[in-house]
C-alpha cells in the first residue's frame, strides 16, 4: 500500500499547464461573467440618473406609471388618474421599462 502512495505523488510537471488552465479559465468567466454584470449596472445606473417628468417606468414590482416629479433619490409616479405614489429611484427596472425590440424581417 505504501508502494502505490509513492507512485502516485511522484507525478510531477504539468505546473505550467495547469497554471495556463486556471489562467485561461479566469479570463472566460470575466468576459461571460463579469464584464456583462458591470456593463449592465452602468446601463442601469445611467438609465435612473436620466428619468424625467412625462416618462413611462415600470416598478421592479411590476406598478406601471407615468412620472410626475423627479426628487433627489425619489419619483413621484402616477399609476392612475388622481392615483400617485412615490417611489424610490432604486425600484425602476431598465429591463421591464424598455420597450421590447421588433424584430426586422430580412428581405
Request: proline share 3%.
Amino acid at each position: 500500500m505504501f508502494k502505490t502512495i509513492l507512485l502516485q505523488a511522484s507525478g510531477e510537471g504539468g505546473g505550467l499547464s495547469s497554471l495556463i488552465l486556471f489562467g485561461g479559465i479566469a479570463i472566460v468567466f470575466y468576459f461571460f461573467m463579469i464584464r456583462p454584470q458591470q456593463k449592465k449596472q452602468k446601463d442601469q445606473k445611467k438609465f435612473i440618473e436620466e428619468i424625467k417628468r412625462g416618462d413611462n417606468v415600470v416598478t421592479i414590482g411590476g406598478i406601471h406609471g407615468k412620472v410626475l416629479t423627479v426628487e433627489d433619490d425619489t419619483l413621484s409616479v402616477e399609476i392612475d388618474k388622481g392615483v400617485k405614489i412615490k417611489v424610490q429611484k432604486s425600484s425602476i427596472s431598465l429591463d421591464a421599462t424598455k420597450p421590447p425590440e421588433t424584430k426586422q424581417k430580412k428581405s
